[in-house]
C-alpha cells in the first residue's frame, strides 16, 4: 500500500522529463488512474487475505475434524483397550481359578497316590504273610501227608497184625498145649510129644510167646535148635528162624548149646536160653 506513491512519484518525474508540457487535467485523471489502482489493490489483498483466512477456517475444520477422528479413533482404542484388558482380567481370573482347581485336584491325586501306595504296600504285606501261611500250610500239608501215609502204613501193619492176630487166635484156640511131667533131654522130649500125635512149641509171634510164658512155671524145652546146622537155628517144622525173645546176650552157645529153652521170668517178650540138647527138664507140647 505505502509503495504506490514512491511508484507514483516515480512516474510522475519520469513523465515530466519525457513530457514536460502537461496539463492540469491530465494530471487530475492520472491521480485519479492511481487511486483506482490502489483500491484494486486494496480489493485483492483483501480478497487474499479473505481466501487465506478461508483457507485456514478450512485448515482448522480439517485438523478439528481430523482431531476428532483422532480422538474418536484415540477413544475406541483406549475402549477396545478396555475391554481387552477386562477380558484379560477375566481370562486371568478364569485361569487363576482353573489354576486352583487343578491345585486342589493335583493335591487330591497326590493323596490318592499316597493312599494308593499305602494300600499296595499294605497289599504287599499281607501278599508276603498269605505266601508265608501259604508256604507253611503246603509244608503242613506236606507234613500231614507224611503222617497220613505213615499212618495208613501202620493201618495197614495193623490190619496185617489183627489179621495175624485172629489167624493166631484161631491157631491157638485150635492148638491144645500141655506139658510133660517128667524131666526129659530135649530129643526125648519132642519125641514123648509125638508119642502123643504133637510136637515141641512153635512160637513166631509175640502173642503166642506171651501166651506161652502166663501158662508155665517151670524151665520148659521150645521146638527150636541148630542140631542140624550150628548156628542156624530152626523149629521142627523145619522153617528158619526169623524173630526170637531171647535174653540179654542170647544165645551165646557156650558149651555146645544147641537147643532153646524157655525161662518163667517177668520179662516174657525176652526169656530165651539156648543151652545143651542133654540138659533134662519139662518140655511143652503143641497139638493143632
Known amino acids: 500500500m505505502e509503495l504506490d506513491p514512491v511508484y507514483q512519484n516515480v512516474g510522475l518525474r519520469n513523465t515530466e522529463d519525457t513530457f514536460k508540457p502537461r496539463t492540469l487535467n491530465h494530471r487530475q485523471d492520472e ?46 482404542t483406549v475402549e477396545e483397550f478396555n475391554q481387552t484388558i477386562n477380558s484379560l482380567q477375566d481370562n486371568y481370573t478364569d485361569l487363576t481359578q482353573k489354576k486352583l482347581e487343578l491345585e486342589t485336584r493335583v493335591n487330591n491325586l497326590t493323596a490318592e497316590k499316597s493312599q494308593l501306595q499305602n494300600n499296595f504296600s499294605s497289599l504287599s504285606q499281607k501278599k508276603m504273610e498269605l505266601e508265608t501261611r501259604v508256604n507253611n500250610l503246603t509244608a503242613e500239608k506236606s507234613q500231614l501227608q507224611r503222617s497220613a501215609d505213615t499212618l495208613s502204613q501202620k493201618n495197614l501193619e495193623l490190619e496185617t497184625r489183627v489179621n495175624n492176630l485172629s489167624a493166631e487166635k484161631s491157631q491157638l484156640q485150635r492148638s491144645f498145649f500141655f506139658k510133660s511131667n517128667e524131666l526129659k533131654s530135649w530129643s526125648e522130649s519132642r519125641q514123648y510129644c509125638r508119642d502123643r500125635g504133637a510136637d515141641l512149641v512153635i512160637i513166631k509171634t509175640e502173642e503166642k510167646q506171651k501166651f506161652i510164658s502166663s ?42 548149646e544147641d537147643c532153646a529153652e524157655l525161662i518163667p521170668t517177668h520179662d516174657p517178650g525176652n526169656n530165651w536160653n539156648d543151652v545143651p540138647c542133654s540138659h533134662r527138664m519139662k518140655g511143652i507140647c503143641e497139638k493143632n
Open 31 to 76: 491521480g485519479k488512474h492511481e487511486k483506482q489502482r490502489g483500491s484494486r489493490c486494496l480489493v485483492l489483498m483483501t480478497v487474499c487475505l479473505g481466501l487465506i483466512c478461508v483457507l485456514l477456517l478450512v485448515i482448522i475444520i480439517f485438523i478439528t475434524a481430523e482431531r476428532e477422528s483422532l480422538f474418536k479413533s484415540y477413544k475406541n
Open 215 to 256: 501158662i508155665i512155671k517151670d524151665r520148659v524145652w521150645i521146638g527150636l535148635s541148630d542140631i542140624e546146622t550150628e548156628g542156624r537155628m530152626i523149629w521142627v517144622d523145619n522153617s528158619p528162624l526169623n524173630r526170637g525173645f531171647w535174653s540179654k546176650d542170647e544165645p551165646n552157645n557156650k558149651g555146645d
